[in-house]
């Protein structure tokens, strides 16, 4: 980690964190579960890889849908339902049809997946250094049901003055309005808020365009299991760029807070 020379954050009076592969591992968690869930409740006639690949594949286009038809409203508020119709449409991809393996590959998902979901090491560590100092909030997008199962499965509830969750709003990251609620509940705007995110698009643009402060979270895990490229997420060229980049979390600590005297 390179932490010297690390340029300090000024005026910061609040930070907001996003949650996946953000403070928690969520790909890697996703895909490990993914392949445990095809692995104990396999596919006729397919091998695990066979049905991940086949997954991908629809996760890219169900993806889109998902945000964009009447499932919107059910995915909000329960994980589960989309989870399954996603399975339900791999199977359909491959020529099957049977939606009871869909529920129980669909069940041994989220169950393996919230298994494997850990924080990165330094997680805490930056939690509890910053709690000292300055309010902190959550903005993460998803299910609020799986959101919450997540925040309780990591134990970091108790860090967050201020939790937003996509379900539970009914808008997510990157609509601005989620950035102007987040400030009205810590009554602080602009450059006073820090916002700490893992996606360009998703967290430090939104972040950005309402004028916070920005820290992108660039780690080598941040790579969807429906990736074409096995690359994590790129800066458009002409995009502006976040006030701090970096692939350890502890590099907020010496931008924020106060050297101890
Ligand atoms: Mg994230």
Not at 51 to 58: D, L, R, T
Not at 109 to 135: I, M, N, T
Not at 187 to 205: Q, R, T, W
Request: charged share 25%; aromatic share 8%.
């Amino acid at each position: 980690m390179e932490m010297s020379g690390t340029a300090r954050l000024q005026g910061v009076k609040a930070v907001y964190f996003d949650l996946d592969d953000t403070l928690c591992g969520y790909w890697d968690a996703a895909k490990a579960g993914l392949r445990a869930a095809f692995d104990v409740q396999p596919v006729p006639g397919k091998t695990t890889d066979e049905m991940i690949e086949a997954w991908a594949k629809e996760f890219r286009r169900f993806a889109h849908e998902l945000k964009t038809s009447h499932w919107y409203e059910i995915y909000l508020t329960q994980g589960a339902i989309t989870r399954v119709q996603l399975i339900n449409e791999t199977l359909a991809a491959i020529g099957m049809q049977d939606p009871e393996l869909a529920w129980r590959i669909g069940d041994a998902y989220g169950v393996e997946r919230d298994k494997r979901l850990k924080l990165f090491p330094e997680s805490k560590e930056v939690l509890s250094a910053l709690h000292q100092h300055f309010p902190l909030g959550l903005i993460t997008n998803g299910p609020a049901d799986v959101q919450r199962q997540e925040i309780e499965t990591l134990g970091i509830g108790d860090y967050f003055d201020h939790v937003f969750i996509e379900g539970e709003m009914g808008i997510g990251k990157p609509h601005a309005s989620v950035m102007r609620r987040a400030e009205n509940a810590v009554g602080c705007k602009g450059k006073e808020i820090l916002f700490v995110g893992n996606s360009y698009a998703h967290d430090m643009l939104p972040a950005i365009e309402v004028g916070w402060q920005s820290a992108w979270v660039r780690r080598s895990s941040d790579v969807p299991p429906s990736s074409r490229t096995g690359k994590p997420e790129d800066k458009p060229e002409d995009g502006p760029s976040p006030d701090l980049e970096m692939n350890d979390l502890r590099v907020l600590i010496e931008a924020l807070v106060p050297a101890q005297v």
